[in-house]
């Protein structure tokens, strides 16, 4: 599995973003897909998730409400659409193809490159 992340750059505090993840693989279908975020200094947190077969959707807890992840199936893609940006959200988003378990959470066996977010205030 191939995870190619795109989208990030500067906004301004309240603003929006669109992060894109574009897989490949052939057995692509198989994984759940998301993202983590890693700001300098802290360590890596979960921000959302997507299951490839339902659509079930999970979320940080930071991001709940102002994040929303979705899928395009035609186009093997993952989506994660920010808005009401923060400062705090700055960090470097990757990509991520895994599993979720209810209780270890989003566990990634796969990782895209990362992609910048930048949220002036």
């Known amino acids: 599995v191939q995870l190619q992340a795109s989208g990030g750059g500067l906004v301004q505090a309240g603003g929006s973003l669109r992060l894109s993840c574009a897989a490949s693989g052939r057995t692509f279908s198989r994984y759940t897909t998301g993202w983590f975020r890693q700001a300098p200094g802290k360590e890596r947190e979960f921000v959302a998730a997507i299951s490839w077969s339902r659509g079930t959707t999970y979320y940080g807890d930071s991001v709940k409400g102002r994040f929303i992840i979705s899928r395009d199936n035609a186009k093997n893609t993952v989506y994660l659409q920010m808005n009401s940006l923060k400062p705090e959200d700055t960090a470097v988003y990757y990509c991520?193809?895994?599993?979720?378990?209810?209780?270890?959470?989003?566990?990634?066996?796969?990782w895209g490159q990362g992609t910048l977010v930048t949220v002036s205030s």
């Open positions: 991520a193809a895994g599993s979720y378990g209810t209780v270890v959470g989003f566990r990634a066996d796969y």
